[in-house]
């Protein structure tokens, strides 16, 4: 067995569909295959394993059925259900009865289950660390104390409207943030819109932790994401027997975020049923759980979030309108980040500090060149997207610099597309017709070797250049890459 490698255990009792999942596995994973939950419990007797992904249909029982058993002997082991099956009452009884982390749908996408079960794995090591450290922190309650205090502070500090919004000096979000900071200390419910990666939990955070409920609770929930008596199960909680599946009761995140603040994602993806029990929580202030003949008086903050024009839904009828009005006592609108251009060099460079810290990798900046593809490129999955760009030129990176030739080509191309743009700013310019060709010419030519990531041979091929002639203009125009970093010198054209 491979020590390096987490091990994960497959139960199905399908051998192709076993063959497939541990060819898709055994790259990442050391893989252990059962054809029956009985042969899986001999391998979970013997072998230590930190995941188990399991068939919900098999001969005899059910993969809820055995992954209840291995809740009870081996609780540590983080447990997915795999089924061509996707009922919400089978959804329900597997999270409560067996405890399962994913539930995964048939057909599924490599990438995606990879993720998940690395995801999984990290989940399982957080688990063992989290039993040592309650385990020690028994013996130091006052550290305990102190460590939260001094963590709630830095929480507040991160997601300050000031200092925790990143942006430029110029920039367009000021306004939002200055609207952030006379919104935040009263107790009113506000709707964030935006494009999706725009910020919105974010900006949620900031209402939370500058507000008076600083120190309560804040939860979040995709409202997206699940069916609606698994929502409501989630927000306002459940009592044993309500449902199939129900074996205990459960605490609504309502009632465990009573004090502080509830953050609702994707509100406009709610059905019109749940729209209804949802404005009677917030009209009434106090929650129902699930097959329970009792109210519970709740005292939360309301924040919501939509990419959704949520006017437009109350007028086409898909949204009730006094539902909008009670979430909508202020609205704040995230602008996409191809809107506000301005803020994405001081965004990449924070976003790069944070990386660092997370992948453990250090490097000493971006290249200017990699900033002017990032700034022309149009982002249409926002500040997630930026993050993610990011961190691939961080883990692909071999030098102290993020330069371009690092840019997923999607990105790299991006300056093609201003390549117009730079020419009627140029028709516009002052200066002789040669001053003005000369200006543009010196830019298609760093344009092309940037796409072509300094490559001077394929460059000149492009452009019906030798290399000779290649090389004299980049001489006239001052164009040269010096340590990871274009630059112009004063005495040639500026592009």
């Not at 609780?75 to 067996?98: C, K, M, Y």
């Not at 040592?132 to 550290?143: G, S, V, W």
Request: a negative charge; aromatic letters at 6%; glycine letters at 6%.
């Amino acid at each position: 067995m491979t020590a390096n490698l987490p091990t994960v255990l497959v139960v199905d009792d399908e051998p192709r569909s076993l063959e497939t999942l541990r060819r898709t596995l055994e790259e990442e994973f050391e893989v252990l295959t059962a054809a029956s939950a009985a042969e899986a419990e001999k391998l979970l007797e013997s072998e230590w394993v930190q995941a188990i992904l399991c068939d919900q249909r098999m001969p005899g029982e059910t993969g809820v059925d055995f992954l209840s058993r291995v809740r009870e002997r081996w609780p540590e082991i983080v447990r997915i259900v795999i089924s061509g099956f996707t009922d919400a009452g089978d959804l329900v009884e597997a999270i409560n009865r067996a405890g399962i982390y994913q539930y995964i749908s048939k057909p599924w996408h490599p990438d995606k289950l990879l993720l998940k079960l690395r995801n999984a794995i990290d989940l399982f090591h957080l688990q063992r660390q989290n039993t040592l450290l309650a385990a020690e922190l028994k013996l130091r309650p006052e550290t305990v104390s102190k460590d939260v205090e001094s963590k709630r502070k830095l929480l507040q500090q991160r997601f300050d409207w000031d200092q925790g919004i990143v942006r430029s000096r110029d920039s367009s979000m000021n306004g939002i943030c200055d609207l952030v900071r006379r919104v935040a200390p009263y107790d009113v419910s506000v709707l964030v819109s935006g494009e999706s990666g725009t910020g919105k939990e974010l900006c949620a955070r900031a209402l939370h932790y500058n507000s008076m409920r600083r120190d309560g609770p804040f939860v979040a929930e995709n409202c997206g994401a699940l069916p609606d008596e698994l929502l409501e199960s989630e927000l306002f909680g459940h009592k044993r027997g309500a449902f199939t599946g129900a074996s205990d009761d459960r605490v609504g995140l309502f009632e465990l975020a009573d004090g502080g603040t509830v953050f609702l994602d994707e509100i406009g993806e709610i059905s019109p049923a749940f729209q209804v029990k949802l404005l009677r929580v917030l009209q009434e202030g106090e929650i129902r759980p699930l097959g329970s003949n009792k109210r519970r008086k709740v005292d939360v903050r309301v924040v919501t979030a939509t990419n959704r024009d949520l006017e437009a839904e109350v007028r086409a009828g898909r949204f009730r309108e006094d539902l909008y009005y009670r979430l909508a006592t202020f609205t704040i609108e995230l602008p996409p980040l191809r809107d506000r251009r301005e803020d994405i060099a001081v965004l990449a460079h924070a976003l790069l500090e944070d990386l660092q810290t997370q992948l453990g990798k250090r490097v000493g900046g971006i290249s200017r060149e990699s900033l002017a593809c990032l700034e022309a490129y149009p982002w249409p999955g926002n500040v997630r997207e930026l993050q993610n760009e990011l961190k691939r030129m961080l883990v692909l990176a071999q030098d102290d610099v993020l330069d371009a030739n690092l840019l997923s080509p999607r990105i790299l191309h991006a300056a093609d597309a201003v390549q117009a743009e730079d020419l009627s700013i140029i028709c516009q310019t002052e200066g002789s017709l040669k001053e003005r060709m000369e200006a543009l010419e010196a830019r298609i030519i760093k344009e092309t070797l940037i796409r072509h990531r300094w490559n001077k041979t394929r460059a000149a091929e492009e452009l019906g250049l030798s290399r000779v002639g290649l090389r004299s203009k980049l001489e006239r125009y001052g164009l040269e890459k010096v340590d990871g970093m274009e630059a112009l010198n004063s005495g040639g054209a500026t592009p």
